[in-house]
């Protein structure tokens, strides 16, 4: 295997940016292969049936072009579709779900976690079992915020609307007393100010993207699949529709010059 190959990572759109983002940040050496299915977006409100046909549709784009690893850098595809593609697909595998499960089961100190996310990842209660599977101790609250992926993708991260949704979502949340939030869908860490505003300092707010560059970091480590040190990579970026706002949702999260190039292409799938 040529350890310079690239990084697949795929989400329902732009939301997996923000891990794309963090794995350029923690892993400067590797190139990423990004996939955001914008034609099909959102995956929140979809069947488990539905997320695992397109994820599988996607991995197979992924591994056409010759990715080492996979990273499912979508929440709601990573509790749906995980297990599928680790059995299926012929290289790594990793999810969101399992890193910022992990890190909430660590930083919580009363045992008392919310976890907020699209209504599939609430409803398929991934993130409790696998932080009672740490710590079977620990009370687990869900909460959708379905309003919130539209409000980040207008552009309203700090907007007085984006602040009184997040009053009304997280009230329950803190009602039952939770010291530690986890941010569980890939838009939520750019309504990061906001929430963390609303939870108040007393409140952890855990970010998976952040989790997961740093578990893919130890995964190409003990698996000696690291690419070369002091290269120049060259993302590469797809989308299943919609590539003029995807770039311009892309430059204003990415630092700039990683997405100024002619890098995306519409690829979509029959
Ligand atoms: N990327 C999705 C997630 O993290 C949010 C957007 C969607 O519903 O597809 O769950």
Same mark, same amino acid.
């Given at each position: 295997?040529n350890?310079?190959?690239?990084i697949?990572?795929?989400d329902?759109g732009?939301g997996?940016?923000?891990v ?14 990004y996939?955001g299915?914008t034609?099909?977006?959102p995956?929140g409100?979809?069947?488990?049936e539905?997320?695992?046909k397109?994820s599988r549709?996607?991995a197979?784009?992924?591994l056409d072009q010759?990715?080492?690893?996979i990273?499912i850098?979508?929440?709601t ?12 697909v012929?290289?790594?595998?990793i999810g969101?779900v ?9 930083v919580s100190?009363?045992g008392r976690?919310g976890?907020?996310?699209?209504e599939g ?11 009672r ?6 009370q687990v609250f ?15 991260c700090?907007d007085?609307? #984006?602040m ?5 979502y ?5 009602e039952?007393g939770v ?10 860490p750019l309504?990061?100010?906001?929430v963390g505003h ?9 970010n998976?993207a952040?989790e #997961? ?6 995964l190409l480590t003990?698996r000696g699949m690291?690419a070369?040190?002091?290269r120049?990579?060259?993302?590469r970026f ?5 590539a003029?706002q995807?770039?311009a ?5 990415l630092p700039?010059e990683?997405i100024?190039?002619d ?5 979509v799938?029959?």
């Open positions: 295997m350890s310079n190959l690239p697949g990572v795929f329902s732009v997996g940016l923000t794309a983002k963090e794995i350029m940040s923690q892993l400067p050496d590797e190139t990423i292969c996939f299915d034609a099909r977006v995956y409100n979809k069947s488990q539905t997320v695992i397109y549709q996607i197979s784009f992924l010759k990715v080492k690893a990273v850098a979508c929440n595809a990573s509790a749906f579709a995980l297990e599928t593609l680790q059995r299926e012929s290289v790594p595998v969101v399992k890193p910022g499960a992990r890190s909430a089961a660590e100190k009363n976690i976890v907020i996310g699209t990842t609430v409803r398929s209660g991934l993130y409790g079992t696998y932080i599977e740490l710590r079977p101790e620990v869900g909460q959708a915020c379905p309003l919130f992926v539209p409000l980040a993708e207008e552009g309203l700090n007085e609307v #984006t009184l949704m997040a009053r009304r997280l009230a329950p949340l803190l039952q010291d530690t939030i986890v941010l569980g869908c890939t838009h939520y309504l990061r100010g906001v609303v939870a108040g300092p007393n409140v952890t707010l855990v998976p952040f #997961t560059a740093k578990d893919l970091k130890e003990s690291c070369e040190s002091g120049t990579p060259e993302h797809y989308v299943s529709d919609g003029e995807f770039r949702f892309a430059n204003s999260i700039c990683m100024e190039t890098a995306v292409t519409v690829k799938f029959a």
